[in-house]
């Protein structure tokens, strides 16, 4: 029984046992309906093993979507605890559990990969090639992303959950506070699924640096390839400081290293730096596709070109560069001096004003515009406000003095979700709703997406701009209790009912692909239902292997609108024989091992760990002597392909 106990949770509950059922239910409705509609070898051959960017690009946004739901979940659990005053409904332990969880589900595991997806599926096509630059690498960054993924939620059932925040702060997060396994979930983990994302920044910036189509040179790129390309400079920068971070955690956890702890030369504010030092370039990780997102989505709802188009790229560039100086006011209030803090409190500052610029250029673009507002437009003028609002609030928290009194509070919990939502998940799922023709063929119905819309609004206004005011009020955030004479809790309750209006709005969008599937799949639909713009739109819906019969000649930075409009030729010269890669299932069995390597580290079983360690070195060794030599689609494959879809677009 002593060996089994190590695996059980430390604090039980209904919802934990509930959980428990619902992921052995799922698991085998997943593996009956696999064998009763004979769907192995199609999801082995077809997805598993994929190295197409396209279907990889799918398999990150269904991951981020079942992961919105699961964080969306922990959301509920903590306003419905808030909801009243001195609520019994979660205690104190499960409620430290659900809000470390929430953050990490919510930032790692669906922000990122939503983003990672549409980067994987948009990128290559807006350049003009046909692949990434590292097809198999780009297989294992995903399966990484998705193993790490597991491991963290499977904490939620065996071992217990993290409960030292999502920053895990140390001393709170070492073997004396955080006793079970929980944070061992969280260090190991995000280290699995951070290596993937380092190896996505490195495929796409030699992606974009060398794979762009004739003609189109660095400023001639889409804005969403130029959001990308800064991005994966970030990645590149940023992933390694936490990747050793996260190291250094596991080492002190699971050997007894003293490198974050307070006695014996160790120091925890090392901690907090490593982990701001990613984590503030980690925000424009996220915002910046974010905001190359809208740059797509409004110049083509507004039939303008982008407004400034050098000045949005200078603010990208100098806003990377800025993300690097600023991680200190993450920590105000823990003990530097004055001086320390002056000078993060102005580089801060000076961080608005390129994101000021962008948001001018956007408003620019759309003066005197013919604006359609369909779905994916809605969440872009939605955006500007509500984002300046989170701006705004930022500035204030800027100020180092005035951060005494807000920092610990909903104050700041409102303002980072003031940024995050209408930054970042506004731009997906609009971009979602804008992408859609071209990942499946058919265009998601626009009654639904809009009520869905609308829903969230209204949800995220009544959610968070309370917790602005019971922030000033005194309110701290991660507090799982309060009591009646606070005051607190009409507004909280005001904040629940905007949490359910946001849930409604995720059921509405899983309604509105459902109903889309009945009733719009069968339904034709052309390359170019938006009258878009750029490259990615050049070729058919949905997209074919090689993605262009033709590699594309730019001669601006809006080929596809001077194709249409100015009579541009586009595609020159006749068909050739294409090359492509070969799918492999090594990607998915070396993540496998990665699985069982981290699961066995968790729990310091040793001997597994070390078989799954032989398990990746083996794999990598076998792609090592692989002579893996491609594949080649002939040019009747090709005239095939392209009399079903209807002939090559000129």
């Known amino acids: 029984m002593g060996f089994f106990a190590r695996f059980m949770v430390p604090h039980p509950s209904p919802a934990i046992y509930a959980s428990m059922i619902a992921i052995g239910f799922t698991v085998f409705l997943v593996i009956f309906g696999l064998t009763y509609f004979k769907k192995w070898i199609y999801v082995w051959s077809e997805w598993v093993t994929t190295v197409d960017h396209k279907k990889i690009g799918i398999m990150y ?111 709170l997060a070492g073997n004396e506070f955080s006793p079970s396994v929980g944070t061992n979930y969280y260090m190991i983990s995000l280290q699995i699924a951070g290596i993937g994302t380092l190896m996505t920044g490195i495929n796409f910036l030699a992606t974009i640096l060398r794979m762009r189509a004739p003609g189109m040179t660095l400023m001639r790129m889409p804005m969403f390839t130029w959001s990308i390309f800064v991005t994966s400079i970030i990645i590149i920068f940023a992933f390694p400081v936490f990747t050793v971070a996260l190291l250094m955690g596991t080492m002190d956890r699971l050997f007894g290293t003293k490198f974050f702890t ?45 407004y400034g188009y050098k000045s949005m790229v200078a603010s990208m560039v100098i806003i990377s560069l800025y993300s690097f100086l600023v991680w200190t006011h993450h920590f105000f209030t823990m003990g530097q001096t004055a001086y320390v803090n002056s000078i993060f409190s102005i580089t801060t500052m000076v961080i608005a004003i390129p994101t000021g610029i ?56 409102a303002h980072f979700h003031n940024v995050i939502i209408p930054g970042v998940v506004f731009a997906v799922l609009g971009a979602s709703t804008y992408y859609w023709p071209k990942m499946f063929g058919f265009i998601l119905n626009e009654r ?34 309060y009591s009646e004479a606070t005051g607190f809790g009409p507004l909280n309750f005001v904040s629940t009912i905007g949490a359910v209006c946001m849930a409604i709005s995720y059921l509405l969008i899983v309604y509105m692909i459902y109903y889309s599937i009945r009733h719009n799949s069968r339904k034709p639909v052309s390359h170019d239902p938006w009258d878009a713009r750029s490259l990615e739109w050049a070729t058919h819906n949905p997209v074919p292997e090689y993605n262009f019969a033709v ?36 990607p998915f069995i070396m993540s496998c091992f990665f699985f069982v390597f981290g699961f066995a580290l968790v729990f310091s079983l040793w001997y597994i760990a070390i078989l799954a360690l032989i398990g990746i070195f083996v794999c990598m060794a076998h792609r090592s002597f692989e002579m893996d030599q491609g594949h080649y689609i002939s040019v009747e494959e090709i005239k095939e392909t392209e009399a079903k879809f209807g002939g090559t677009l000129k």
């Open 262 to 306: 307070m006695t014996d030369g160790g120091m925890d504010m090392l901690w907090a730096n490593l982990f701001w030092i990613w984590g503030h370039p980690e925000v424009y990780i996220l915002i910046l596709p974010a905001f190359g997102l809208f740059s797509e989505i409004i110049p083509t709802f507004s039939r303008r070109n982008i």
């Open 61 to 171: 946004l269904i991951s981020a979507l079942l992961m919105l739901f699961r964080g969306g979940v922990d959301a509920l659990m903590m306003r419905a605890q808030l909801a009243v005053p001195d609520n019994k409904l979660l205690d104190s332990q499960h409620y430290n559990e659900v809000f470390s969880t929430h953050g990490v589900v919510m930032i790692i595991f669906m922000a990122m990969p939503y983003i990672i997806g549409l980067m994987n599926f948009i990128v290559p096509l807006q350049i003009g090639a046909r692949d990434v630059a590292f097809p198999r690498l780009n297989a294992v960054s995903f399966w990484l992303f998705f193993m790490g993924a597991m491991l963290f939620n499977l904490s939620f059932v065996i071992g217990g959950s993290p409960d030292a925040g999502w920053s895990s702060y140390f001393p």
């Open 551 to 586: 590699i594309p000649q730019v001669n601006s930075r809006e080929p596809f609108w001077d194709a249409k409009y100015k009579g541009l030729e586009l595609f020159k010269g006749d068909y050739q024989k294409i090359h492509m890669p070969n799918n492999s299932g090594v």
């Open 448 to 481: 639904i997406g809009k009520w869905a819309f609308w829903f969230l609004i209204i949800g995220f206004c009544l959610a968070f701009f309370p917790m602005y005011i019971t922030g000033l009020d005194g309110q701290v955030r991660r507090m799982y209790t």
């Open 358 to 413: 962008k948001i001018f250029n956007w408003l620019f673009t759309l003066w005197k515009g013919r604006i359609r507002f369909t779905v994916p437009m809605l969440y872009s003028i939605a955006f500007i406000p509500l984002f300046t609002i989170g701006g705004v609030t930022g500035v204030m928290l800027a100020m180092s003095a005035a951060d005494y009194q807000y920092h610990n509070t909903q104050f700041l919990v």
